[in-house]
């Protein structure tokens, strides 16, 4: 995130907001545990460039926060994370404009944190995972919105029945039918490793859908369950990543978990095809089939 405020003015700006802890920061974001109203919730603070003062356009930034709050309003599965108290507010702190809202505060561990510790998950949190995904991918289906970046750092494993994985941030998320936030129609959004081999087609924006949410969740509970993630294989630069992405097939699921079952490791290996139409693509099929195993 480009110019992350200074905690000191952030308090100044905001002093009916007791600002506990920075806890991460984004591409534009940063969060921060807080007390709002009495309750403890996520505090997120993003940065809004200055457009030129002749331009009449809104920044992408405001655009996407817009979009992001619209977006969790209309969606109602318990594992998308929920709004805060706060509503969006302008605020200007050590001459830059910030936009500042909240969500819920999630008490638990990124699975990124989780793979990076070496943490060998059972079937059955994989499974609970994966179900959670794709009740989430269904709601956003049903609301015409693509999130575009599932990925373990952006996925939280609580310790609650209720909601066992709760997926995070809609920053970037895509909404069918609608006009395109990025002013750049060639800009491609997204964590690499986990982008499906469609959004590198031309005319991008055409081609993908709620199966590109599908390859990245699968993707997501590939790594997850193995511990390894099948395109990065120790080399990080883009260029390396980009041609695994396009031209390798991932070895099985089922060669990093002999111990889980094959159907489970056969949908994964499935959802992650290069070609959406070979991807399963009933929702409801897939979540049938995972509560029966």
Request: charged share 25%.
């Amino acid at each position: 995130m480009e110019f992350k405020p200074d905690s000191e003015l952030l308090k100044k700006a905001l002093p009916d907001i007791e600002i506990i802890r920075f806890v991460a920061m984004g591409g534009y974001k940063a969060v921060y545990e807080a007390i709002i109203n009495g309750k403890k919730e996520a505090l997120k603070v993003a940065y809004i460039p200055r457009e030129d003062d002749r331009s009449e356009e809104v920044p992408d930034t405001l655009l996407r926060i817009k979009r992001e709050v619209e977006s969790l309003n209309q969606c109602k599965c318990p594992y998308l994370v929920r709004l805060g108290s706060l509503k969006p507010q302008w605020h200007i702190i050590g001459f830059h404009n910030y936009i500042v809202y909240s969500e819920e505060f999630l008490e638990g561990k990124s699975l990124a944190e989780l793979i990076k510790s070496g943490f060998k998950p059972t079937f059955d949190q994989c499974r609970k995972l994966l179900l959670c995904f794709l009740y989430v991918i269904k709601e956003l289906k049903m609301n015409k919105l693509i999130h575009r970046d599932i990925k373990p750092a952006n996925v939280l494993a609580l310790d609650d029945p209720d909601r066992p994985y709760v997926v995070l941030d809609l920053g970037i998320a895509f909404k069918l039918d609608s006009t395109a936030i990025t002013r750049d129609p060639n800009a491609v959004l997204g964590t690499l490793p986990y982008m499906p081999p469609e959004t590198f087609t031309e005319n991008f924006h055409q081609q993908i859908d709620f199966r590109s949410d599908l390859y990245s969740a699968a993707l997501t509970t590939y790594e997850y369950a193995s511990g390894t993630h099948p395109f990065i294989q120790g080399q990080r630069s883009d260029p390396f990543i980009l041609q695994r992405i396009l031209k390798i097939t991932p070895s099985s699921l089922y060669s990093h978990r002999p111990d889980f079952p094959g159907s489970f490791c056969q949908m994964i290996d499935q959802l992650i095809k290069k070609i959406p139409a070979l991807r399963p693509s009933n929702i409801d099929d897939l979540i049938k089939k995972l509560e029966a195993l």
